[in-house]
């Protein structure tokens, strides 16, 4: 079964600062997605970004990026030029290969409060 | 619109009430996945569904908890003799790939 930490239950940021979420999970899979999602308050989960595990190269969207240490297991989000817009609590969600094919479980997330 | 849609958006119950809940997936997603939601806390897995078949089923889901997706395309979720600590957001989610793209929720609050 996979576990998923993240350590920051709170953190803020000043806008255009840049912030950085932390996560940690356990899988015994080889093969699998991580995400970052985010959810505003009282609205629907977005996805973020996403990252293959097999890619070494770190992915990044826009303001967004991530640091991947497959060794170490670990999957931080950097948001750069924060944005009022991006309060929102975060979360980190691998998901599941072989015949849970596309399962995420997610951690217990961050809530993120930009202050102007 | 051509996000996930779930329908309804809110429902109060009392305790030993039947509900039922609708998901509307993207049409093209083969896969379709519920997960609870409970206060400050992160989604948990549920179900899936690739098609019409049901593949796998977590651990919370007691007997009480029924899904079905005939057909392949939309999708129920009935929870038989409501308790309080039912009380959650069910999101239910589709994907084709591997990005799962969720609706809006469903807030169950059990009296």
């Known amino acids: 079964a996979q576990t998923v930490t993240q350590s920051q239950p709170e953190m803020s940021v000043q806008e255009a600062e840049t912030v950085t979420l932390s996560c940690t999970y356990d899988?015994?899979?080889?093969?699998?997605?991580l995400f970052w999602y985010k959810q505003p308050p009282s609205r629907q989960m977005i996805l973020v970004i996403r990252q293959e595990a097999y890619k070494q190269q770190n992915a990044t969207e826009n303001r967004f990026s991530v640091n991947f240490q497959k060794a170490a297991k670990s999957f931080s989000l950097k948001i750069s030029d924060s944005q009022l817009g991006d309060a929102a609590m975060y979360f980190c969600?691998?998901?599941?290969?072989?015949?849970?094919?596309?399962?995420?479980?997610f951690g217990q997330g961050t809530i993120l409060t930009v202050h102007p | 619109d051509t996000g996930v849609s779930q329908d309804p958006r809110h429902k109060i119950t009392k305790r030993g009430q039947n509900v039922t809940f609708r998901c509307d997936p993207i049409s093209e997603h083969n896969r379709l996945y519920w997960y609870r939601q409970t206060l400050g806390q992160g989604p948990e897995f549920l179900t899936y569904?690739?098609?019409?078949?049901?593949?796998?089923k977590s651990r919370l889901l007691s007997d009480r908890f029924s899904a079905e997706r005939p057909k392949g395309s939309f999708s129920t979720l009935e929870i038989q003799r409501t308790e309080q600590g039912d009380s959650a957001m069910y999101l239910c989610?589709?994907?084709?790939?591997?990005?799962?793209?969720f609706g809006p929720g469903t807030r169950l609050t059990v009296l």
């Open positions: 569904f690739q098609n019409e078949a049901q593949l796998e």
């Open positions: 899988t015994s899979e080889s093969d699998y997605y």
């Open positions: 989610a589709s994907s084709f790939g591997n990005e799962q793209f």
């Open positions: 969600a691998p998901n599941a290969g072989g015949t849970s094919y596309g399962k995420l479980t």
